[in-house]
């Protein structure tokens, strides 16, 4: 399969007043086209500040880009200065933010904000960018679009704004969509036509998206592959089935089990003890081992190799050694 | 709309007769009378006088008869300028207090905003600082202070500008500065101010994540909503502008409106202390009108009429 995007070694942090937060340190993946990635992980796990450095729009200061490589069609996004970054922000890559009540502009029509994106980026007159606008709101699933080109934010609903703000990302046809949250503010049955929607726009532009989200639901019904990030790494990343049937990771299997379903009986959520890591000064080993039932001697001394369990899974564990198998007893 | 504008004026007419209505008791309940000076007149003068301006009759009549001429826009005979009305002193004194406030209030608004804006771009650096150092000064310097200091160096040290009176363009230059610089320092704290909670927003970051240029992200989507409480002071900051100003007109010799405001309520006179107050009134609530208007104009969320329901 084609790589549109690989991320390799990116190491991102924040410097604050209390010192330098390292948010994202270390983080790898590849993007390949048409499929979905979702990255998952608690909040403050780094989820979105590696989204945003994919499209540089973490600000600067306080926040830099320390190391790694971003390639984008064999271009090192993180080399790249403002203006060429611009070419690509929106007509290559685009992202959808969590909250469609205020990422839109309250004093600009819906239709002008659609189409600016195209007028910046391609050569079309303020026509046919119209009629490219309104293709998009079709595509999206909004009634009367010639109407509603000329309506402001306010005067749609929250999944309505959530549609616009997908046909914005969209009107470029970009190669890549990075969306942060993009459910988490609307409501569940919002939530499963905006999803849908997604499947949707996959099928017919054949977009590759990266799906940020800590909701394990929304993962299960959309991803094709999936990465658990924990303080600022993803631990474990491997295809859906991989992940919800076979999990690896301590962390993993923590997460899916703190995760509510409704043939459980009463009381049978299992929650992950403990809080994640202090990220001013991240353990030297696997952050997890504070709170993992199965940590070992040497997970707070040395951050685990990666184990390939297959071709798309792999993990971060010491417990994948062959040594461990024999040295801890509480391993089931 | 008609109806939000009939509705809207019932409003300002109720609310400058309260006002007309507050200003009349409160000023006839202040000690004192026109004809009250140091040198004493002659009881029968005095009496001749006062049952001449009506001073004489009980106040509820006398209220009553401002009442009826105001509606007919009639303020009344000036006491102590003797053979000129109140309508004569606001006809030729609101037209210079117009001029000097209309270009000052451009002149403020334009370099305020635009000091405003660059101070919020270069957030916290030497030109946010530079730029909020002249705004901390514009604000904490009188008026007069600025007006004498300006006619120093650029009338008398350095003679460019004439040092006072309103006749050429060049007489104007000195009274606009001295008097646009408060204003202006207003302007650009609080455009800095809004621009920087503006620039914060989600939105913002959605214009950059479209790969829109800086000068796009800040001219069409930031300063349009940065402006809203910029408007809002502008209202009354422009009525008081526009009427004049008492001490600037007095500095410059301007024969503006501005000294009257002041002169009437020491000398008592009556008319013109009730002509200038309404007067500066009926602009105020008119400025805060159109401020009305602009929120409509610039924020489609706010609307002034009901529209059909959606």
Known sequence: MEKVLQVKDLHVSFSTYGGEVKAVRGVSFDLYKGETLAIVGESGCGKSVTSQSIMKLIPEPPGKIRSGEILFKDIDLIQLKEPELRKIRGANISMIFQDPMTALNPTITVGEQIMEGIIQHEKLTRNQAKRVALEMLTLVGIPNPEIRLKQYPHQFSGGMRQRIVIAMALVCRPDVLIADEPTTALDVTIQAQILELFRDIQKKTGVSIILITHDLGVVAQVADRIAVMYAGRIVEIGTRREIFYHPQHPYTKGLLQSVPRLDMEKGELIPIPGTPPDLFSPPVGCAFAARCPHAMEVCERVYPLKTQLSTQHHVDCWLQDERAKNLVPTLV | ?310
Do not use: C
């Open chain 2, 1 to 310: 709309m008609s109806t939000y504008l009939l509705k809207r004026f019932i409003a300002m007419i109720i609310t400058l007769w309260l006002i007309v209505t507050g200003t009349f008791f409160l000023m006839h309940s202040v000690p004192g009378s026109p004809f009250n000076e140091e040198r004493t007149t002659n009881a029968a003068i005095q009496k001749n006088l006062e049952s001449y301006y009506h001073l004489d009759e009980p106040l509820l009549v006398q209220y009553g008869n401002y009442l009826k001429a105001l509606v007919k826009m009639d303020f009344g005979p000036s006491i102590k300028k003797s053979s000129q009305t109140v309508n004569d002193l606001l006809g030729r004194g609101f037209p210079v207090s117009f001029e000097l406030g209309f270009y000052t209030l451009i002149l403020a608004i334009l370099s305020g905003i635009t000091l405003g804006v660059i101070a919020a771009l270069r957030h916290n650096g030497i030109i946010d600082y530079l730029a909020m150092s002249i705004a901390v000064l514009g604000i904490s310097i009188p008026n007069f202070v600025m007006a004498t200091f300006l006619i120093e160096q650029l009338a008398v040290n350095f003679p460019i500008f004439p040092v006072a009176t309103w006749s050429s363009p060049s007489h104007m230059v000195l009274p606009i500065l001295a008097l646009a610089t408060g204003p202006m320092a207003i302007i650009a704290r609080l455009t800095r101010t809004s621009m920087l909670e503006v620039l914060t927003q989600d939105y913002i970051r959605t214009a950059k994540a479209k790969g829109l240029s800086p000068v796009k992200i800040v001219f069409k989507h930031a300063l349009r909503n940065a402006l809203l409480p910029v408007v809002t002071v502008l209202g009354s900051l422009a009525a008081s502008i526009l009427t004049g100003t008492f001490v600037i007109e007095k500095i410059f010799a301007i024969p503006g409106m501005g000294k009257y405001f002041v002169d009437s309520i020491n000398t008592r006179d009556y008319p013109v202390i009730m002509g200038t107050t309404v007067f500066y009134s009926g602009i105020l609530i008119l400025m805060l009108f159109l401020v009305d208007l602009a929120y409509g104009v610039l924020d489609p969320r706010i609307k002034l009429h009901k529209k059909e329901a959606k």
